[in-house]
């Protein structure tokens, strides 16, 4: 990937991150409303696959936003250019994508 | 008269490439005084060594840009009375640029950029340079024409230029007004380069580097927006990117 398209990812992980959070708040304080216990979420996340789906989207996005936007600061900061440090940031942003999806796919298999 | 003339309190950074240092200055002060008359006071009354650059005095060549009190400004049409603070001034060469010497920057840098932008006209008609038949019909109500016209009136002065943090800290970047003048031109329905210019603004140096943060057109003397242009820019690239169909 290229600066250009590394660019316009970033744009459309921002599109799908706002939404995303939304969504997210929205749930939270719907499910939160009388209370929480371990076992009640875990009774919604099990098995729920449009819940899976949604926070994996969420993960990678998070992850390619974040480590694209970091890229840029690192660039401008410490002069950090070129085309391995493009596929470090590509690989940190797989990572941290990765975990967050990981612990979804924790939540759900539970 | 009698009384004594007011004085402006005048510092004037005096140095090369290598370096250099503040020098103080008094120079009368005098109504509608430019902050280029005071530099012009002080070369042709105290030092005439002092090196600075100007040429038309009524804000058309561009030349006579340099940082007064920490903002770029065209120092032939900013006057004193708007800018100094308590009579005092300070003024430097502009930023991002090499340092020829005193007060007159190097622009080779800035307008080698213009070029790497792909900022010449290129004739759709005439590819070989070769005058036209017909005078071109560009209707002013057009959305292309008005988004060129909103940024043809640059004097190439460099203010946005100096202003731009992100020229700081990427020096490969072009920078905004390079990437202003390559959007007229790409919104120029006579020209015939649209899609080699879109790659010579794309990516890490060009258009992509830009933050939005819209210094340039803060600073730019001519009203001028670049940073709306570099978006127009961004906007124009979205899909071609993806594909990847520019480097
Ligand atoms: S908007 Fe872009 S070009 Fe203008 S000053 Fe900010 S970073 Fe520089
Ligand atoms: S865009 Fe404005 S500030 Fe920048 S070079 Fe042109 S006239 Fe000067
Ligand atoms: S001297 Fe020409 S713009 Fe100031």
Redesign the interface.
């Known amino acids: 990937m290229?600066?250009?398209?590394l660019?316009?990812v970033q744009?459309a992980t921002a599109m799908v991150l706002a939404l995303a959070v939304v969504v997210h708040l929205v749930t939270i304080l719907v499910a939160v409303r009388g209370g929480l216990s371990a076992a009640e979420i875990i009774g919604r996340t099990r098995g729920n696959w449009a819940w899976l789906g949604f926070y994996s989207v969420f993960a990678l996005a998070a992850g390619l936003h974040g480590a694209i936007g970091l890229r840029?600061i690192a660039?401008?900061?410490a002069g950090w250019?070129g085309r391995g440090y493009d596929l470090a940031w590509i690989g940190i942003a797989l990572l941290t994508a990765a975990f967050g999806i990981r612990a979804a796919w924790g939540l759900y298999s539970a | 008269m009698g009384e004594a003339t007011a004085m402006l309190r005048v510092k004037v950074w005096r140095g090369n490439a290598e370096g250099g240092a503040m020098a103080d200055y008094a120079v009368p002060a005098r109504a509608n005084q430019t902050v280029l008359d005071v530099v012009t006071h002080i070369q042709r009354e105290v030092d005439p060594t002092l090196a600075y650059r100007f040429a038309c005095r009524v804000g058309m060549c561009g030349s006579c840009a340099m940082v007064v009190n920490g903002r770029p400004r065209w120092t032939c049409r900013t006057h004193v009375s708007r800018v100094a603070q308590d009579g005092a001034l300070e003024l430097r060469p502009l930023s991002n640029l090499p340092v020829i010497r005193d007060l007159a920057t190097d622009m080779a840098p800035f307008f080698d950029k213009w070029a790497k932008a792909r900022g010449t006209f290129q004739p759709k008609d005439a590819p070989d340079g070769s005058v036209p038949d017909d005078f071109a019909v560009v209707p002013p109500a057009t959305k292309q024409r008005q988004q060129a016209d909103a940024g043809i009136e640059c004097i190439g002065c460099g203010v946005c230029y100096s202003g731009c943090d992100i020229v700081a800290w990427n020096p490969d970047y072009l920078g905004p007004a390079a990437l202003n003048r390559a959007w007229t031109l790409v919104n120029d329905v006579r020209d015939g380069a649209r899609k080699d210019r879109l790659a010579a603004v794309a990516g890490d140096a060009g258009c992509h580097a830009c933050h939005s943060t819209q210094s340039c057109t803060a600073h730019c003397p001519k009203g001028i927006d670049p940073s709306g242009a570099i978006a127009g820019l961004k906007r124009s690239l979205f899909w071609p990117g993806f594909k990847g169909g520019v480097r």
């Open positions: 290229n600066g250009v398209q660019w316009a744009r840029a660039a401008e900061w250019r």
